[in-house]
T-cell receptor, first 113, second 115 residues
């Protein structure tokens, strides 16, 4: 079966760095997505990792270890606007050919002044 | 600008009534999806469609129905058989097909309240 785990909530300070972890169990593997969702709004795409290692996109980076079934999202120089839920998602359903995702419950990040 | 439009943003219905949520996209995407989001839960897949005139049940399809008569449109009907219909409903699209790594583009959601 497929299962995704991430912490429910995290708090960090403006200007700091925060790491949001995601562990997954899947019968196949076709990469891992991260989405950002502000309260009451639509999720927006942040990153997609299919190979091991770190991918950097400005203040946000995403890391994947396939052997450990582990990913994290790293947010640097935190800003108040980064307060949101961060969703980890697995596209491996049906061998990956269908494209639909299984989402984790999301990590609600609160950035304090 | 291309995007996905869901309407209305807020919807109120009485128990026992069917209600249809609209979803339109002009991204020329083949695949469209409906997710439901409840507090403390991840997004859960209701139905999805990879191509016009074809759709598949997701994880929680009971009490819902869809149609895909046009590429641009994927309306969701919440029927009276759905036991807990109050939720935030999100429509999404992607390039689909064999592009399983295509990110989803979401609409702004419809918050349905049934009393």
């Amino acid at each position: 079966g497929q299962n995704i785990d991430q912490p429910t909530e995290m708090t960090a300070t403006e200007g700091a760095i925060v790491q949001i972890n995601c562990t997954y169990q899947t019968s196949g593997f076709n990469g891992l997505f991260w989405y950002q969702q502000h309260a009451g709004e639509a999720p927006t795409f942040l990153s997609y990792n299919v190979l091991d290692g770190l991918e950097e996109k400005g203040r946000f980076s995403s890391f994947l270890s396939r052997s450990k079934g582990y990913s994290y999202l790293l947010l640097k120089e935190l800003q108040m606007k980064d307060s949101a839920s961060y969703l980890c998602a697995d596209p491996s359903r049906n061998g990956g050919s269908q494209g639909n995702l299984i989402f984790g419950k999301g990590t609600k990040l609160s950035v304090k002044p | 600008d291309g995007g996905i439009t869901q309407s209305p943003k807020y919807l109120f219905r009485k128990e026992g009534q069917n209600v249809t949520l609209s979803c339109e996209q002009n991204l020329n995407h083949d695949a469209m999806y409906w997710y439901r989001q409840d507090p403390g839960q991840g997004l859960r897949l209701i139905y999805y469609s990879q191509i016009v005139n074809d759709f598949q049940k997701g994880d929680i399809a009971e009490g819902y129905s869809v149609s895909r008569e046009k590429k641009e449109s994927f309306p969701l009907t919440v029927t009276s058989a759905q036991k807990n219909p109050t939720a935030f409903y999100l429509c999404a699209s992607s390039a689909g097909g064999s592009s399983y790594n295509s990110p989803l583009h979401f609409g702004n959601g419809t918050r349905l309240t049934v009393t």
